[in-house]
């Protein structure tokens, strides 16, 4: 594994202050795309997507101008549940809010909250990496999110 996991800390508190926030500081594009940028000292993470339902996008992490992670990722809802995108994004946010140090992509292994369950798996390390995550409402399915990434050109 590469040193790489020096971007920890900088990837949590990007990953607080962008979509997890209950208020992203978001940029919308004519072409409906949409990006979150946050920055401390001479780190820049940029997570850029487009859709809602499905949808897709990137996450990268620079340091000094030059990008040394990047992470790629598409999500839906699962099919008769689309009317429901709007209270699971929110429980998403609150998800994500829980990553940590030992679960740094997106957010923790699990999370509860009333009758929603959140699941991450992910594979290998920040490096070299793929996952899943997935939503529940009750014994219902209702939302997954594939996503998959590490270092680049370092």
Not at 69 to 82: D, L, V
Request: include cysteine; aromatic fraction near 16%.
């Amino acid at each position: 594994m590469s040193d790489i996991i020096h971007i920890v800390p900088f990837l949590l508190k990007a990953n607080r202050a962008g979509y997890a926030n209950d208020a992203p500081q978001i940029t919308k594009f004519a072409d409906g795309a949409r990006e979150i940028i946050y920055e401390e000292g001479q780190y820049r993470s940029n997570d850029y997507w487009w859709g809602g339902n499905p949808f897709a996008g990137q996450e990268s992490i620079a340091f000094g101008g030059k990008v040394l992670w990047a992470m790629q990722y598409r999500g839906w809802m699962e099919a008769g549940f689309e009317s429901m995108s709007s209270e699971t994004f929110t429980f998403l946010r609150h998800a994500l809010k829980e990553c940590s140090d030992e679960a740094p992509l997106r957010g923790p292994k699990e999370f509860r909250e009333d009758s929603w369950l959140y699941a991450n798996s992910w594979g290998a390390n920040l490096d070299n990496f793929h996952g899943e995550e997935k939503i529940w409402k009750g014994e219902q399915h209702v939302y997954t999110c594939k996503f998959l990434g590490g270092v680049v050109d370092v």
